[in-house]
């Protein structure tokens, strides 16, 4: 198979000469342009990819899909509901939980925090909270002991200097009525695990105990939940789940999913894609400028040549397509360099987590980096095209040569 004369003609321009030193230089620059832009954008789209997908994850690992309340206040007879729940389409587990807030101290320092009181048996059908016990035992919140047993998360832990074993106080602001007013309880409790989700707001604020124990402290019925948390077979699924959910229970009842409590978080971070997309991007339009220059000055050094090749027949178009594959070359090279560049720096802060994050306004320590087919395949195919536009100008000025004015004077 021949290649196309204007293919090779185009190839050979862009070789290295003496007398070309100038313009194979501008060529190089142009090509490292493309590719750092493209390697910029490859890194930029996988920390994004990444970002968003951790925290997404860490999210559903630790929050259930959807929440059904009721809507006069505590869940009466909560475990009919629970198994009720279970018998529905689509749902893979149901929990029972009670939240509050309180005060937790140990000699060290005091810190307040989220109290959720959950059956581990049961919770684990609906997030990954067993998992994620990293020292201690998560099934140690169904011991009937004294001090009753809690789990704290691990920056929590830190923060009070406390681990396994140890006794930690828990104030919470409604108590028991005293001629002084309302005065606040106060609890021992045993810490029984440290929890480590990896996300900081649920790792620095939130504590476990068991449902028997959360319905004793906050003056809750042997019969009574908060609410009850859902997992779905396909978390995606939320609006028919939710439907049949309200069917099923009764319109006493009310729902709430992670997508709405959460849709402010990930909307910003799908915004900050975009936006550090765009704005590298530039870079790759940056770059398509030097190659105007560099084809500019091809032009103007091939004048002559240009002049030969059509007084020998070549058609407009074939001097037309012959500069604009020259940039097409350029633009194809350097975007091969960036993608392979772009992809192994991704690997590498990937495999070694070099980009460390502070917890506290991330939510997560390190970002891995998760470059999508889909995301590279655009970026490559939006770095050609704007290769091959800058490419046109120089080649209809080419293709608009006078071929007699260009060797009147040669």
Known sequence: ???????????????????????????????????LGVTALFIALGLMTGLQGEIHSRILGTTAHVFVFR??????????????????????????????????????RSSFVTVKGIVPSEETT????????????????????????????YDLASSLGVGVGDVVTLMLPEGRLSPFGMLPMRARLRVGGIVRSGLYEFDS???????????????????????????????????????????????EFT???????????????????????????????????????TLILMVMEKHKDVAILVAMGASRGAITRIFVLQGAAIGAVGTAFGSGAGWLACRVMDHYRLLRLPADVYQVAYVPFKLLPGDAAVVVLGALFICLLAAIPAARAAARLDPAEAIRYE
Do not use: C
């Open 1 to 35: 198979m021949s290649i196309p004369y204007e293919l090779r003609i185009a190839l050979r321009y862009l070789s290295a000469r003496r007398k070309q030193a100038l313009i194979s230089l501008i060529s190089g620059i142009s090509v490292l342009g493309v590719g």
């Open 71 to 108: 809507a006069s206040g505590q869940i009466e007879g909560y475990r009919g509901i629970v198994e009720r729940l279970r018998g529905i389409p689509g749902i893979s587990g149901a929990a029972p939980v009670i939240y509050g807030k309180g005060l937790v101290s140990s000699a060290a």
């Open 126 to 153: 609906v997030t990954d909270l067993g998992a994620h016990v990293q020292s201690g035992r998560f099934e140690a919140l169904n011991a009937d002991e004294t001090p009753p047993p809690i789990l704290l998360g």
């Open 205 to 251: 604020e939130w504590a476990y105990v068991s449902l028997r124990e959360a319905q004793r402290l906050f003056d809750q019925g042997a019969d009574r939940a908060g609410q009850i948390e859902v997992r779905l077979k396909d978390l995606y699924a939320l609006e028919s789940a939710q439907t049949r959910i309200l069917g099923a229970l009764g319109p």
């Open 255 to 293: 729902t709430e999913d992670w997508k709405h409590l959460n849709g402010r978080l990930f909307t910003a971070l799908a915004l900050e894609k975009l936006a550090i997309g765009l704005t590298i991007g530039l870079i790759v339009v940056v770059a398509a400028m030097n190659i105007v220059a």
